[in-house]
């Protein structure tokens, strides 16, 4: 099924040459017909295929999908619009990016999907260094798992800079446990997003990460 036109992507470019709210209002209809709603369209079909692997996602697509607008309050850049459309596919939905997920992003540049833990709580993170430290072998065989190496690389994410003394002998097992992030990503061509496989494609990243997103799930409860 085509979820989306050429129209996504040409809006985005030309979004990116005229970034400001007199382009975006005399284009508004546009947006909605070209982006929005097949956005929307899209992220329920993704729900409804996950909830078919996994009945506890309980959400809809307004709880998972961000908003156009740029937060500029902190932000020398005062351009009002991002040049993405975004959703964060989870139980905790766009406002918890602590809960693993399938976090998409798709620009004129690419489609980005990531998963894992991005922002967790210092409690949160105290849980999954635990998990880590008591079988690092477990942690390690999941991200070194033929599929997800070919999709996502390896583990991401922020790490300490100095390693507190409680934790430097399990660092020296697996060295990501010192990360303060543990997320990974993958990428795709742009023209995915208007293909007829868009929800086929994504759902095979669903399932690659699935083991290492049930993983940090786990640790973080």
């Given at each position: ?69 740029r937060d500029i309050r ?148």
């Amino acid at each position: 099924m085509h979820y989306f036109t050429e129209d996504f992507v040409t809006f985005f470019k030309e979004l990116a040459k005229n970034n400001h709210k007199e382009w975006f209002h005399e284009n508004k209809k546009r947006y909605e017909t070209s982006i929005k709603k097949p956005f929307e369209v899209f992220v329920d079909s993704m729900i409804k295929e996950i909830q078919k692997l996994d009945p506890t996602l309980q959400v809809e697509p307004k709880d998972c999908v961000l908003r156009i607008n740029r937060d500029i309050r902190f932000s020398k850049d005062k351009s009002p619009y991002n040049l993405h459309y975004t959703a964060f596919i989870s139980s905790g939905g766009r406002k918890d990016k602590s809960i693993p997920g399938i976090f998409l992003r798709f620009s004129p540049e690419m489609v980005g999907i990531m998963g894992g833990c991005f922002s967790p709580s210092k409690e949160q993170l105290y849980k999954i260094r635990t998990k880590i430290s008591k079988s690092p072998n477990t942690f390690r065989n999941l991200l070194e798992e033929k599929s997800f190496v070919q999709k996502f690389g390896e583990i991401r994410g922020e790490t300490m800079k100095r390693i507190p003394k409680e934790w430097q002998d399990a660092c020296k097992k697996e060295s990501l446990i010192a990360n303060k992030q543990f997320y990974f990503v993958g990428e795709e061509a742009p023209g995915l997003i208007s293909s007829n496989v868009l929800v086929k494609e994504m759902m095979a990243y669903w399932q690659t990460m699935r083991p290492v997103n049930e993983y940090l799930s786990k640790a973080i409860q």
